[in-house]
């Protein structure tokens, strides 16, 4: 096995096992926060905390791993899952609850971004979109696979054991990270030229702009998703275990449409292939309120789940084409950076509606904002071509 497809295995298998134990998680958190009780605006507080500590810390350590290398940042943040998975046991109050969540972020912002920029080193020119497309089967797989593992644990032995397996799994990626995993380091394997750009520089480039703009609008409509639908989903008579479906649901179709998806990406239009996702998406999501049942809940969010596949191999072959520029750990820092500050006023926001309007005003807001922002991104991305053929600008690719 050569060295590209070793790192390519060791961290679509790492990520995978800690993309499940959150995943695990998921549906039943809100369940978790709402018994030390948490309102709808405390729920927005708890699940922001872990946005924002990803948000802070994204952009820094994507630019250290564009200088000191790559390994030692992910299995520190992979160790860290696996302790923080155990304190969410001894967090007796919304506050120390929210506490770990932000610990958590942390931990996060050291490893998924970082695997992603490992991976986009390795992408060939033309190829974006394949290859990112595949390895994001694994975090759409795990969280695919994480509720149905969570309500059945849940159900079967009890909430502690959900978070039990989580830490259990974090440190399986850990120990696989430590030992399987090269190290990638600038003028080495990985790192051949990685550039170094001014944080401010990321603003000036046409992709990036549309990219970020697209992140944040995006993650502001559809943040509040998986927050506030295992709250609606009792109240139209689904189980924890139908919610761990709907969600799991979601997430499978996003996994495996991620190869065809992602070949079509690289040869057709990025943008058409985004603004379609999107749109499908939103609609979707405004429809939420409208299911009374399992059979339309689960239908409907399988319907974002198709809109999410068919946009996301393409924005990400957007941000690597950026990285070649202004450095891959730097692209994916910004793109995750700037989607964990709409994930950051999703929750928030979609609290305050859940508290003062009806849970039903979370969806249909979040539909009409991702519409909005596809609007936005669109006119953004048309703009830039028209500069590009000007002569002014580079294209997207």
Do not use: C
């Amino acid at each position: 096995m050569n060295t590209a497809r070793r790192i390519y295995n060791v961290l679509f298998i790492s990520v995978f096992a800690t993309m499940l134990g959150l995943g695990i998680v998921s549906p039943l958190l809100p369940i978790y926060a709402e018994n030390l009780g948490a309102t709808g605006i405390w729920l927005g507080v708890i699940f922001s905390a872990f946005a924002l500590s990803r948000s802070v810390f994204m952009p820094i350590i994507g630019r250290i791993s564009d200088r000191r290398g790559r390994k030692w940042i992910i299995l520190t943040g992979m160790f860290a899952y696996a302790v923080l998975s155990l304190a969410y046991l001894i967090a007796g109050s919304v506050y120390s609850l929210t506490a770990v969540r932000f610990a958590h972020g942390l931990a996060s912002a050291m490893v998924v971004p970082i695997a992603m920029a490992y991976i986009a080193d390795l992408s060939e020119k033309g190829k974006e979109g394949s290859h990112m497309g595949n390895f994001s089967i694994s975090m759409f797989l795990g969280m695919g696979v994480g509720p149905l593992l969570g309500g059945f644990l849940n159900d079967t032995f009890g909430m502690p054991s959900v978070f039990y397996a989580m830490a259990g799994l974090s440190a399986f990626a850990t120990l696989l990270v430590a030992i399987s995993l090269p190290e990638a380091k600038p003028g080495g394997f990985a790192l051949p030229d990685a550039p170094s750009t001014p944080m401010p520089a990321l603003i000036t480039l046409p992709v990036m702009q549309g990219v970020m703009v697209f992140a944040f609008i995006s993650a502001l409509g559809r943040g509040g998703m998986m927050v506030f639908v295992p709250v609606f989903g009792p109240l139209i008579a689904i189980s924890p275990f139908e919610v761990g479906i709907v969600l799991s649901a979601n997430t499978f179709l996003m996994a495996l449409l991620q190869v065809p998806i992602g070949r079509l990406t690289d040869t057709g239009n990025k943008v058409a292939l985004i603004v379609a996702g999107s749109t499908i998406a939103a609609i979707a999501l405004a429809v939420i309120p409208l299911t009374h049942s399992f059979l339309p809940l689960l239908l409907v969010t399988s319907l974002i789940g198709v809109g999410g596949a068919i946009q996301q191999p393409a924005i990400m072959a957007l941000t690597v084409d950026a990285g070649r520029t202004i450095g891959m750990g730097t692209s994916m820092g910004a793109y995750n950076t700037v989607f964990g500050i709409g994930m950051i006023i999703a929750p928030l926001m979609g609290g305050a509606f859940m508290d003062f309007v009806g849970i039903e005003a979370v969806f249909y807001v979040g539909g009409a904002i991702s519409l909005i922002g596809t609007v936005i991104f669109a006119a953004m991305m048309q703009r830039s071509a028209r500069r590009e053929v000007a002569g002014e600008t580079p294209g997207p690719g």
